[in-house]
């Protein structure tokens, strides 16, 4: 499954727009989102799409926020990680500033790892799971996502303009 993974997106419409726009060209047939979404806009771009996330440590949701999620029918992520299957991949999604997180990458149980919070892109293979960070919207001199082929374990990352970026 083709799947495209963002993060720190930290209310940046503009560079949102502009990452779902390479989701777009690259026919993703599903987005993840690694935390610090920012805003409630934010979410509302991904709404009709599929799509999970995690929330990250400059999140603040509130009550209104709940009541739009499920007005969009959008899954509440109640855990961090969050732990989910994907096309017959197990799924571990973090921001990666939680307390457990050192943990549960050392002992990653899991055929992928997205996580964010560094604001720095990065691919690691590590056992049987291929630990991945999508780069940031905001905050950084060159945006970043990532496109993940869960069949194939193929990671390339994008700037916004679509062209691939190295990664070390």
């Known amino acids: 499954m083709k ?3 963002i993060s720190d997106t930290h209310g ?8 779902l726009a390479v989701f777009d060209l690259e026919a993703v047939e599903m987005v993840l989102h690694c935390g610090d979404v920012g ?15 995690v929330w990250g440590n400059t999140d603040r949701p509130d009550a209104s926020w709940r009541r739009a999620l499920q ?3 959008m899954e509440w992520p109640d ?18 500033h939680e307390r457990t997180f050192p943990q549960v990458a050392d002992e990653c149980d899991a055929d992928f790892l997205f996580f964010g919070h560094s604001h720095t892109p990065a691919l690691v293979r590590t056992g049987g799971c291929t630990v991945v960070n999508p780069g940031a919207i905001h905050r950084t001199p060159q945006p970043t996502v990532a496109i993940v082929e869960t069949d194939t374990g193929e990671v390339r990352h994008l700037d916004l303009a679509g062209r691939e970026v190295a990664v070390r």
């Open 3 to 5: 799947t495209g993974v």
């Open 39 to 53: 805003d409630l806009a934010i979410l509302e771009l991904f709404v009709g799409r599929p799509f999970r996330f």
């Open 71 to 73: 007005t969009w029918e």
């Open 12 to 19: 940046r419409l503009d560079r949102t727009r502009a990452a």
């Open 79 to 96: 855990s961090r990680p969050l732990q989910f299957e994907l096309a017959g991949k197990r799924i571990i999604l973090a921001h990666g």
